[in-house]
């Protein structure tokens, strides 16, 4: 069993950046794939970054490739995601996921095992 917390959302007008924090207790978050995903009111959860296990491998959705960027510190437990250039449609809860099993990403929310509680992200216009 893994707990993860995620730290760091908050009010940001556009074009500004914020770092969100994924700590993990529990267990050491080298065994899992990490992940970040988001939920807008009345939308579905929908994937935003992953990063292998190692950090040799990252993954982006469409939407914020060349904005975030994801990176883990398995020494730390912790994962992190980058986000500059923010956009008012970045607006969302983001959720961090540890993914136990298989060597690949998933962009699907049911590929993960583990889910934190959340940290809302708002981007004033």
């Known amino acids: 069993q893994v707990v993860l917390v995620e730290r760091g959302g908050g009010l940001v007008q556009a074009g500004g950046s914020l770092r969100l924090s994924c700590a993990a207790s529990?267990?050491?978050?080298?065994?899992?794939?990490m992940g970040w995903f988001r939920q807008a009111p009345g939308r579905e959860r929908e994937f935003v970054a992953a990063i292998s296990r190692s950090s040799g491998s990252t993954y982006y959705s469409d939407s914020v490739k060349g904005r975030f960027t994801i990176s883990r510190d398995n020494a730390e437990s912790t994962a992190y995601l980058q986000m500059n250039s923010l956009k008012p449609e970045d607006t969302a809860v983001y959720y961090c996921?540890?993914?136990?099993?298989?060597?690949?990403?998933?962009?699907?929310?049911?590929?993960?095992?583990?889910w934190g509680q959340g940290t809302q992200v708002t981007v004033s216009s």
């Open positions: 529990g267990r050491t978050i080298s065994n899992y794939v």
């Open positions: 996921a540890a993914k136990a099993t298989g060597a690949g990403y998933d962009r699907s929310p049911r590929g993960y095992d583990y």
